[in-house]
């Protein structure tokens, strides 16, 4: 497992980032905005977006709820999104922007 260090931020911030993660991959998500965010969700918008299965198990992988990288590397991930394929409804641009809002809490300095 990782350790936090000083390239992560606090103690506290590195539970808060592997709480986060957590409630992502439960069955109930994470609300952000007013968007349920779930694992299923991601897992479609990861596959609109060209990651293939393997990276998007590895993503969405819970076994190990504590490791703070799959953490940053979940967070990060969905920040980075693209725009929506063209023709794409306004619903799924929606939880697109709440995903990309979500993934900026890994980006966050803690001081």
């Known amino acids: 497992m990782a350790q936090c260090t000083s390239n992560v931020g606090t103690d506290d911030a590195c539970h808060t980032l592997r709480r986060v993660r957590q409630l992502i991959l439960s069955d109930a998500g994470i609300n952000v905005g007013g968007v349920q965010i779930t694992a299923p969700i991601i897992r479609l918008h ?47 641009c929606v939880i697109r922007e709440a995903l990309r809002t979500l993934g900026g809490l890994g980006t966050t300095n803690p001081a």
């Open 46 to 92: 990861l596959q609109e977006s060209g990651f293939n299965n393997s990276a998007i198990s590895s993503l969405l992988d819970t076994s190990d709820r504590q490791n703070i990288i799959a953490a940053l590397s979940l967070l990060a991930t969905l920040q980075a999104l693209g725009d929506p394929a063209p023709g794409s409804t306004h619903i799924f």
